[in-house]
């Protein structure tokens, strides 16, 4: 089922994309091999003109329009006009490699206009099991931040439970990460990956070893498509023998390429590492809130049952805690204190 449901997406995110936006490692290197079999020596050069190749693929995007709705959203969120923020949201494509985002963000805008609902029915969907291992730490606080302002308490510790369970191994993994560069996701992605710009479909499950939506930064792309293609280029040089000073450039171009990649996969884990550091101190302070409430409420209970606390009793009247099993002579002489939500705490999250 939730691979069923991921291959969905990835049709979705294929559509409407154009060949002519994205550059095919195997067609290139086909047409690079018959660039040295025609001895073109300017159409040669031109292929490996690496800087022009970044220009033309490498910036674009095989969402565009979903993306320019993403920057919309955010800019009439950031002012405070969130159900105008929420309709941009909504417009973004299912099959889009934001999608996600969009539903995180349009969960903090409810959020924000204080319908704890409606905010929950976004992070419910976040944290489903077909996405729950393509999402950040954030949807987990969000969803931790709502219940404990709507008083859900038992529904806090469950979602920070279910944090643990699910994000702890990925989060240890990430951090690794930040500090190898590499690992077999990586390995993965590098040994797979064939057209620029990247999507969501060369990337599948490795996505749940590696950084949130590390197949769209530019830096990254760049270098992976250089690494890619001068492998490619050597492989064609090597098997027909050509020069040795053309080979050793390529190599020089594939080395360095290499190394500043796995050097723009430490920096993106190390940012993921350091906000997920900061959830993790969040969801924290969630659960101590809610336990330091669950107690308070407790403590009021008791507090309430004391004389002082009810009507003024004299010496013939007795108070006692409501156990269900009223006496006759009880009937009518209820006090009674409904539980409501604490409203107006202020502590620093």
Known sequence: M?????????????????AEDRLSAQQWSDDFAAALKSKNTN??????????????????????????LMEKARKVYARGQYDEARALYDQVSKGSSYWLEAVEEKAWTFYRQNQMDASLGQTKTLLAPQFAGFVGSEAYFLQSLANLKACNYKEVFETNRLFKEKQKPRLAEIQTLSKTGMNDAMTKVMATTETFPMSFSEVGDAANHLPQLFYKDIEFQRQLMRYKLT??????LKAEG?????????ERTRDTSK????ARMKELAAQETTDNFKIVQKLNLVEVEAIQRLHADVEMDKNLFKKSDFNETNSDQLVFVDDGRPWIDELDKYQVRTKACPQNIRRKM
Do not use: H, P, W
């Open 2 to 18: 939730i691979k069923s449901i991921l291959a969905s997406l990835v049709v979705l995110a294929a559509i409407g994309v154009r």
């Open 43 to 68: 159409t040669t050069l031109q292929m490996v003109d690496f800087d022009k190749l970044d220009q033309k693929y490498i910036k674009a995007c095989s969402d565009c329009a979903d993306k320019t």
């Open 231 to 236: 492998e490619k280029a050597l492989a064609i």
């Open 242 to 250: 050509k020069s040795n000073s053309l080979q050793a450039s390529f």
């Open 259 to 262: 190394a500043k990649m796995i």
